[in-house]
């Protein structure tokens, strides 16, 4: 049988089993437009589903009458498989948690959307699924609508499900008990080749060219009244499928789907790649053999990581979020594609909420550094200073937050709660019994009011400018705590005049706050 007639197969219980393997432990999400490829998905899922005779279920939590209850963002949705259901008692008498519910967003860019929308509930309703349709709350840009549209469903649907998660912390679920609800999508083999080449195009890397993962973790950061970041499992199981087989099973199961017309707009890049695809058949160049490919760059990615992973913890030092040192001719000798890397995750480390930088950004910076020595005076990228000092035999790069505090938010720290703060690159806490205060910058005034007040502190020889970007604990205009040198003074090797003259200052009200550099960014390292 050749390719093109195995492509044109259905899929039949033994592969849709394997295609779905590990996702009967999860509670699922399916995202679902309307079109062919989701609502084959949505139809797998429900065979699958029915063979395993999966019923309501809570989890595997303990329930606990205790659990504090955390402050609720101003837009905080529903989901509507919980509407009505006010106590663990309700939940209990409707069976429980449902294993997969069925998303659908109209992002309100056709007038054809909402009744696409209405479809997907229709159909999931009639295979047994909640559903919930996601409707936009902002008004679509200019231009990149398609990646917009992608955020905003991003977006839309981790809100939903975060809310979910703090419903059932309401009915006394523990909080780290709860399950996250995977995101299940229903991108294909056709999807991977086109993804692949319209990176190609911007001259991408090794990341870039591996295409889509088929799992992967999807997080977005503080925002809409929410001082935290939220996050779940992404799930493609369908990735190695290609797209004619989907339509091939709704039609063998006499289902039916709604083509969205924009998929043949020539206006959009992947509707223009789509159709260099045809071309390209014709030489032999085919979405499995691109697909094949991102595969094979995915699993050595994968393996380079694992080798990175030992010897970057001998060239680079985090100081406690205070700033990275890089030895210099330890990173110069693993080659640019390794020194590229690094340099990218250590920028977003350091960045906060700042823009990333882009791939072709870092690589220009590294040949900065690594041009005619003694030249590199310094520079600023992704929300960071880059310095060197020394030469590269014995000397090192310096990164740390640029800006010396200015533009970074004071934010409300509620007593027992955290918040994530500067885009997630700290996360602070305030103990229980800790008094209501606000989280900002240190700045450059802070840190001299601070050295003033502290004897021996201007004796430690801290950088001023990157001290000047670290979460301080103030309430209105008086410095309440620095949570970075209680953890870094003890562990530092000065005086115990400093640590005494520290700990009277930090005495009293002063206590009950802790910071700890997460290095998380919110935006995903550039693959351009």
Known sequence: ???????????????????????????????????????????????????????????????????????????????????????????????????????????????????????????????????????????????????????????????????????????????????????????????????????????????????????????????RGRPYSIGTHLVRPLLSVPKARLRATLKAIGATWREDHSNADCGFERVRIRSALEDLRG???????????????????????????????????WNEGLFAEIETWRFVSRGQYAGVRLLQRVLAAFGGASRAARLSQVERLWGLLLGEEGRFKGSTLGGCRIELSGDFGGGSIQVYREGQGYGLDRVALVPGNSIEWDGGRFRVTAEADARPAEVGALGADGWARLKRAVDGLDELGLKAAAMATLPAIWRSDDLIGLPFLDVWLPKSETSGKVIDAWSKWCFSEKDGYDAVFTGFAAHPISTD
């Open 283 to 317: 030489l032999g160049v085919t979405a499995k053999g691109i697909a094949r490919s991102a595969s094979r760059l995915r699993a050595a990615q994968d393996s380079f990581m694992a080798f990175e992973r030992c010897w970057e913890r001998d060239i680079v030092s």
């Open 1 to 223: 049988m050749s390719e093109d007639q195995d492509d044109a197969l259905p899929i039949f219980a033994e592969e849709r089993e394997r295609l779905f393997t590990g996702l009967g432990r999860c509670r699922l999400a399916v995202c679902v437009s309307g079109g062919a490829d989701s609502m084959a998905l949505m139809h797998l899922l429900a065979e699958w589903a029915a063979d395993r005779r999966q019923v309501r279920r809570f989890g595997s939590g303990k329930w606990d009458a205790q659990q504090r209850r955390e402050p609720r963002p101003e837009h905080m949705p529903m989901p509507a498989w919980l509407r009505g259901v006010a106590t663990r008692e309700d939940l209990s008498a409707m069976g429980g948690l449902a294993p997969i519910v069925v998303l659908s967003v109209d992002h309100g860019l056709r007038p054809e959307a909402a009744e696409e929308a209405q479809f997907v509930a229709d159909e999931a309703k009639r295979l047994g699924f909640p559903n919930q349709i996601l409707k936009s709350d902002e008004s679509p840009p200019e231009t990149g609508i398609q990646e917009w549209a992608r955020k905003l469903r991003h977006r839309l649907i981790l809100e939903l499900l975060d809310a979910e998660r703090r419903r059932l912390v309401d009915f006394g679920l523990k909080d780290e008990d709860v399950a996250k609800r995977h995101i299940v999508m229903a991108h294909h083999l056709d999807d991977q080749a086109e993804t692949v080449l319209m990176r190609l195009a911007r001259g991408s890397g090794v990341v870039g060219l591996g295409g889509m993962f088929e799992h992967q973790w999807l997080e977005i950061g503080p925002g």
